[in-house]
T-cell receptor, first 112, second 115 residues
Framework: GENVEQHPSTLSVQEGDSAVIKCTYS??????FPWYKQELGKRPQLIIDIRSNVGEKKDQRIAVTLNKTAKHFSLHITETQPEDSAVYFCAASRSNDYKLSFGAGTTVTVRA | DTEVTQTPKHLVMGMTNKKSLKCEQHMGHRAMYWYKQKAKKPPELMFVYSYEKLSINESVPSRFSPECPNSSLLNLHLHALQPEDSALYLC??????????????FGPGTRLTVL
């Protein structure tokens, strides 16, 4: 089955700096890659996703890049703010597959 | 309505109790999921229902029994749980399509404590 590795496990950044989280996946048939943000005590919420026919996608301060050849994808957060502090999970899945294979998560702390 | 709702928010039960968790969505999604999540770990898939039929059971112990009464509701019946079953139980829903399930919308979860 699919195996998703996520690094780093913790990330501390100064407010205003950028944060980058990287994930690798093992199944070359995976073609959907969402990123979820989970604040303490709250539900996971999708912040951005990308499909394998696209190399990059951006939404305001958040961007995701995908390298299908190398089987890795990354989340980039620019101009970080205290409200960006949360646990971030990457995930991967195939078409017609309900299973999301999650990475282990990255705890991001933005220092004011 | 773009939310998944879950009740109760918190549940404390003994190992001999029987209780149920409930999940509801009105987004017209025909796939619904139960996940178990331990602190600071990713959600672990337990069950998937597609068009009200059980599609995936991730080898979950029989003390957890899912039920999908209709396209908007999903229940998880609990019986004879163990303390290690204490966790956040998340419900999710998504559309079903040829391009994959796409975005899964999560409910707020039920925080379960088994004494």
């Amino acid at each position: 089955g699919e195996n998703v590795e996520q690094h780093p496990s913790t990330l501390s950044v100064q407010e205003g700096d950028s944060a980058v989280i990287k994930c690798t996946y093992s199944d070359s048939a995976s073609n959907y890659f969402p990123w979820y943000k989970q604040e303490l005590g709250k539900r996971p919420q999708l912040i951005i996703d990308i499909r394998s026919n696209v190399g990059e996608k951006k939404d305001q301060r958040i961007a995701v890049t995908l390298n299908k050849t190398a089987k890795h994808f990354s989340l980039h957060i620019t101009e970080t703010q205290p409200e960006d502090s949360a646990v971030y999970f990457c995930a991967a899945s195939r078409s017609n597959d309900y299973k999301l294979s999650f990475g282990a998560g990255t705890t991001v702390t933005v220092r004011a | 309505d773009t939310e998944v709702t879950q009740t109760p928010k918190h549940l404390v039960m003994g190992m001999t109790n029987k209780k149920s968790l409930k999940c509801e969505q009105h987004m017209g999604h025909r796939a619904m999921y139960w996940y178990k999540q331990k602190a600071k770990k990713p959600p672990e898939l337990m069950f998937v229902y597609s068009y009200e039929k059980l599609s995936i059971n991730e080898s979950v112990p029989s003390r957890f029994s899912p039920e999908c009464p209709n396209s908007s509701l999903l229940n998880l019946h609990l019986h004879a749980l163990q303390p290690e079953d204490s966790a956040l139980y998340l419900c999710a829903s998504s559309q079903v399509g040829t391009s994959g399930s796409g975005e899964q919308f999560f409910g707020p979860g039920t925080r379960l404590t088994v004494l």
